[in-house]
């Protein structure tokens, strides 16, 4: 496949303004096809990471809003670069450079922070080049793994100040603590803390970092945050240590007109020793063409596992920036050594006590797996646990190994690892999902027992299920979790129950798939507490008191007693027994009959009216609603309405739309994807023999290159005919040649390769995708 090495500028037009139509005989590089504007007006903090490499732990752009998680980072709205921050992650952030002309500058934000225009910026993976206008400079960036490499262009020469700052507001914490040495004329190291993060993470973080210049400068100077502080009722703040930091100035003097100066950023969690070495083994050299070159090459060998033909420009330009969500939004923590920051207390707690551990090691002195920083992993059962363990197997086992060596560290699973220790936003046992998924799908290197008996012990009282919100002992006591709260404010006790209930069930799939008959039982019972939740007189699931009476002042529509969702949303969240909760609701003809009107009451509103609406594709608990009717025989209602779904709240690309809700570390980038390839999984792809769904594509045709480190086939191919707005309802389908009838598709026909074929038109066949004589009893 020819890839295209030529750079494409993005105007500030709010589309892409691409053709409509595709050239099919030159295939261009999957770079060039993503738009990182799209929803960058809307975005989070973790996004726009264009000097960043897949999960690299160095996520380096210029941002021109400084607002938390929504809305900071690079946000389209803003046309002010602040400064170029190193690291956008889930509450770690920091060290923000700026560079200056002429000494044209103050030493906040507000006074150094210049316009830009998106007429001559550059955005793609890899690479991101912008003009700072007050200072007349060309910023160029670009990244390896652990180290961010800047190049400045100056036209007029003469003096350029580079500003580093280790204190302050930095998204969602803050900097703090900061301390910055000259060990050269052309080196910088030091280090800081982010304090002040959300939702319980370690009380402190540190950041340890190493600055190297292509050039001697001629003066360092240290400065601080605290003295240029707003004035507190008129009082100074100089002297205040709010900040504490020191922070750093390099100046190069009398350059020539046309000067390059280059900066290279290395990063570390556990020592200024490690920084260095990630330094001189990732970029020992000078040569940002070839980093960048490298960094691009990275990108196009990930996004080219799933390769598609067909379809818009606007709808591969869409999937491919789906994909790249997908691979950014998390980070690693470990250096090239495999040191990994531990600031937990082996308790299932955090300290603020910094202790250097090590990963398994191979004999080349890698590695064997990564560890990582990342925002909840809430409900990814429904999209990057799926299309991770399909194109991405070894992510997929990365992050399992990375949950396992936290649990065997700290003492517990994680919700959000954070920085070598915890935070234990939103509810339940996430990690459980995504673990019971790449042990079942056959692609976790890890001892069964021991993943069981970890699973096991983390949904007991003092496991993470434990931690925060509800009472676990209860539930386990009395099959659900009673409200908590007596005065109408808030509550999510319902939603408990069935989240838990959930989890259960994955972890009993994991103890069926090694036939170990207790826990299996122990757990299955447990799995069918969701029915202790369901009010048979309203016809909703609804909160319970601990005397066993039901909440009095139930509102349907309310998010109150569940989990970022109203009773709505969560009477379909019951993924592992859909057959079940339809039994509940009187039979498949009724479920599919309230799913669809709730779907069309939504439509309206592009499937996300948050706290107003039945549900929102905005957020976790409503993602896979539109695939429900293939658990009740009626597929072809799947199949109208995830195409729905994708072209109205997954379909956009400018940078107001393109994710329903918010992009939450590419959950939605997940969603969109899948949709549009047509493979899916109620389940989490979580059975003891896993099973994915099939919709029709909006592809001609998708080749998804399987990785055969894990899996026996080279690729799995889905060819489309007939396939257009209108012709979204599959009309028959074979495997490999033969008559495949179902609209399951087993996880080990996936593995090993082959050809599934789909014939499309305007109208339901109604006896299509209904034999599931195909699947074992371990998926049923």
Known sequence: MLLLTASIARSNEESSAKSDTIETSIQPSFVSLVD???????????????GKRPYGMVNVFPDTSNEGQAGGGYNWKFN????????????????????????????????????????????????????????????????????????????????????????????????????????????????????????????????????????????????????????????SNKGSGKFNDQSGVVVFENLEKNAQLQMKVALSFTSIENARLNLETECPGWDFNQIKSESQTAWNNVFGRIQVKGGSAKQQTKFYTDLWHVLMGRHKLNDVNGAIPDYTNGKGGNTDKLKVRQLPIN??????????????????????????????????????????????????????????GYSYIMTG????????????????????????????????????????????????????????????????????????????????????????????????????NYVNQWDAESGFMRPKRRDGSWYDKFDPMKWYGFVEGNAHTFNWYVPHDVKGLAKLMGGNDIFAERLVNMLEAEKPYDFHRGHKGHFSYGNQPSCHLAHLFNHVDKPWLSQYWVRQVSDIAFGGTDPHSGYAGEE???????????????????????????????????????????????????????????????????????????????CFLKASSFQAGGVLELWLGPEPNKQWGIDHSHLTEKSN
């Open 80 to 235: 002010e670069v602040l400064g170029f921050c190193h690291l956008h992650g889930w509450m770690t952030v920091g060290l923000d450079v700026m560079p200056t002309t002429q000494g044209n500058y103050e030493l906040t934000k507000e006074k150094w922070k210049s316009p830009f225009s998106r007429t001559n910026e550059i955005v793609e993976p890899g690479y991101h080049k912008t003009h700072l206008d007050k200072y007349n400079l060309d910023v160029e960036i670009t990244s390896t793994e652990r180290v961010g490499f800047h190049r400045y262009t100056s036209p007029e020469g003469g003096r350029l100040d580079i500003v580093t700052s280790l204190g302050g507001p930095s998204g969602s914490a803050i900097m703090r603590n900061g301390s910055i040495t000259q060990v050269s004329a052309n080196k910088l190291e030091g280090y800081y803390d982010r304090t002040d993060g959300r939702w319980n993470g370690p009380p402190r973080i540190r950041t340890f970092f190493v600055i190297e210049y292509d050039r001697e400068f001629q003066k360092f100077s240290n400065w601080t945050n605290d003295d240029y502080l707003e004035p507190n009722k008129g009082k």
């Open 36 to 50: 990182p504007y799209i929803m960058s007006a809307r975005g989070r903090w973790f996004f726009f990471g264009t």
């Open 429 to 528: 046992s996430p990690a459980t999902l995504l673990i019971a998924s790449a042990h079942n799908l056959g692609v976790l290197d890890y001892p069964s027992e021991k993943v069981l008996s970890t699973l096991y012990r983390n949904h007991q009282p003092g496991g993470v299920m434990d931690k925060k919100f509800g009472d676990l002992q209860f539930y386990i006591d009395n099959g659900y979790c009673p409200m908590w709260d007596t005065t109408d404010r808030f509550d999510m006790a319902a939603g408990l129950t069935l989240e838990w209930a959930h989890s259960d069930w994955a972890a009993g799939q994991v103890a069926l798939k090694i036939n170990d008959t207790e826990k299996y039982e122990h757990f299955s019972a447990r799995a069918k």
């Open 363 to 420: 004999e080349d002195g890698t590695s064997k797996h990564n560890y990582y920083n990342a925002d909840s992993f809430w409900l990814t059962n429904f999209n990057l646990n799926l299309l991770w363990g399909l194109a991405y197997p070894d992510v997929l086992e990365d992050f399992a190994l990375s949950f396992l060596k936290l649990d065997e560290i700290g003492g517990n699973l994680p919700r959000g690892p954070n920085g070598g």
């Open 664 to 742: 939450d570390q590419g959950q939605m980038g997940a969603v969109s994807a899948l949709m549009k390839i047509g493979l899916f999984s109620v389940r989490g792809a979580a059975d003891a023999e896993p099973f994915y769904e099939i919709t029709a594509p909006i592809f001609d045709e998708v080749t998804i290159k399987l990785n055969q480190d894990y899996y026996e086939g080279k690729e799995f191919k889905i060819i489309t005919h007939h396939n257009s707005d209108k012709n979204c309802y599959i009309q028959k389908a074979t495997l490999n040649g033969k008559p495949h009838n179902s």
